[in-house]
Nanobody, 125 residues
Framework: QLQLVESGGGLVQPGGSLRLSCAASGFTFDYYAIAWFRQAPGKEREGVSCISRGGESTNYADSVKGRFTISRDNAKNTAYLQMNSLKAEDTATYYC??????????????????WGQGTQVTVSL
């Protein structure tokens, strides 16, 4: 059974950092592109970042460029989202998602079929 489990969320002050992890099981991880999404209360879900199956291609939403870094370790079946210089507007539930891919690119607008349960990130004093 394909499973994605996020961890690493929490409460952090503005300007702080967090690293989210997305642990995958039940499928061949390196055949899947991975993306991070977030959703704040009352707002639409936003695609934050995406990484191709081999890690050679990444992209970011303009709102997080220069502050967030996506990565993956296929040997550990885990993807990461390093979040630095956090702002109050980054507060949201963060989800990782997986999409079977034969290519070397990734786009958050692609159809991601598999989702984790989410982890809460709160940026506040």
């Amino acid at each position: 059974q394909l499973q994605l489990v996020e961890s690493g969320g929490g409460l952090v002050q503005p300007g702080g950092s967090l690293r989210l992890s997305c642990a995958a099981s039940g499928f061949t991880f390196d055949y899947y592109a991975i993306a991070w999404f977030r959703q704040a209360p009352g707002k639409e879900r936003e695609g934050v970042s995406c990484i191709s199956r081999g890690g050679e291609s990444t992209n970011y939403a303009d709102s997080v460029k220069g502050r967030f870094t996506i990565s993956r370790d296929n040997a550990k079946n885990t993807a990461y989202l390093q979040m630095n210089s956090l702002k109050a507007e980054d507060t949201a539930t963060y989800y990782c998602a997986a999409r079977f891919s034969l290519g070397r690119t990734c786009d958050v607008r692609d159809d991601f079929r598999y989702w984790g349960q989410g982890t809460q990130v709160t940026v506040s004093l």
